[in-house]
């Protein structure tokens, strides 16, 4: 928990050998266009002895200094906790939006529905106020006609009867005249009614 210590090549006691192979570490860190980016295998020549131990302790050198580099790119617990901060507040102002919005639009959506049932209610009540209105004038229209009618009997003008020189009453006449047509007409209807 404490700090990560690191050792320098320098501080490496000259007694310790390190394994050749360690040295094989390149072409997996850089490999070269020649290799083909494959590690040396078993088929590669091994280094001499001799020339090992002087260019050993140059390319742990390289190694070391390669992996600092490595380890001073990566990133740190504290920049990963900034970033994931970072990316959980734009994610939550995105949502804080995200969700204003949906409110506004269920708020106008209640407010639309509303409006559509007043609507609604008011279209009912109108055509049944229409319907009653037509009712009313229909019932309008049988009352005018029936009226019509009962005028029209206070000047019913006769035609085609003879006039006589004496003075008969114009009222037995006529109905006598009516009598005639109507039972010509339904003599069922009237039977032996006395006017």
């Known amino acids: 928990m404490g700090r990560n210590r690191r050792t320098e090549p320098?501080?490496?006691?000259?007694?310790?050998?390190?394994?050749?192979?360690?040295?094989?570490?390149?072409?997996?860190?850089?490999?070269?266009?020649?290799?083909?980016?494959?590690?040396?295998?078993?088929?590669?020549?091994?280094?001499?002895?001799?020339?090992?131990?002087?260019?050993?302790?140059?390319?742990?050198?390289?190694i070391g200094e390669e992996l600092r580099s490595i380890a001073a790119s990566m990133a740190t617990k504290t920049d990963l906790l900034t970033l994931t901060t970072t990316i959980q507040d734009a994610l939550r102002s995105e949502m804080a939006d995200i969700r204003t919005e949906v409110t506004a639009h269920g708020t106008r959506i209640e407010a639309l529905e509303t409006a559509m049932e007043t609507q609604s209610s008011r279209i009912s009540s109108t055509d049944l106020a229409i319907a009653r209105q037509g009712d009313m004038l229909l019932d309008m229209r049988r009352h005018l006609?029936?009226?019509?009618?009962?005028?029209?009997?206070?000047?019913?003008?006769?035609?085609?009867?003879?006039?006589?020189?004496?003075?008969?009453?114009?009222?037995?006449?006529l109905s006598g005249l009516f009598k005639m047509l109507l039972q010509a007409e339904a003599p069922e209807r009237f039977g032996d009614e006395n006017p």
């Open 145 to 173: 006609e029936d009226l019509d009618n009962r005028g029209r009997r206070c000047n019913i003008r006769v035609r085609g009867v003879p006039e006589t020189e004496g003075g008969e009453n114009a009222a037995e006449v």
């Open 10 to 62: 320098s501080q490496t006691p000259r007694g310790s050998q390190q394994h050749p192979s360690q040295g094989l570490m390149d072409p997996f860190l850089h490999p070269t266009p020649g290799s083909g980016g494959e590690p040396a295998g078993p088929s590669s020549t091994p280094p001499s002895p001799a020339s090992s131990s002087g260019t050993e302790h140059s390319s742990l050198a390289r």
